[in-house]
């Protein structure tokens, strides 16, 4: 049985409308593409660790960085983490606030991660729509 918390339930296509409207962060379940892109995008460490996606023609990949809790700043651990076809990503849209960039995918799902540097990410992703495009 699916569950009723907000963005862990598989959903119909009828809920998509309400999901935008009401400006939630995740559609399609974490078995969707947004939500494993969503997942990966969040590690969990005992250390600490950054997430940082590598774009490429053919992929997205997330590099996890070692970043020190205590005194700050990263250190030398980095490991590989999932990756994802560039063609899965089918669109992107800023959002708000500044740094939050929502990802669409091929299966209709989509979701929010924060970037570090929305300028920059726009370099790598030129087609992005604007804050006020909705979500295709």
Known sequence: MPSTHRGTSVEG????GKRQKNKEPFFGGWDSLAGQFLIAGQPRSK?????????????MRFVYVQYRRVRGGFGEAVELGASFPREALVWTRRHEPKNEMQ????????????VADEDAFMAYLPKTL???????
């Open 130 to 136: 604007g804050r006020e495009v909705p979500i295709p």
């Open 103 to 114: 990802f669409g995918f091929s299966d209709g799902s989509w979701g929010t991660l924060f």
């Open 13 to 16: 296509p009828s809920l998509r």
């Open 47 to 59: 250390t600490g660790a950054a997430a940082v996606v590598a774009v490429t023609d053919v992929c």
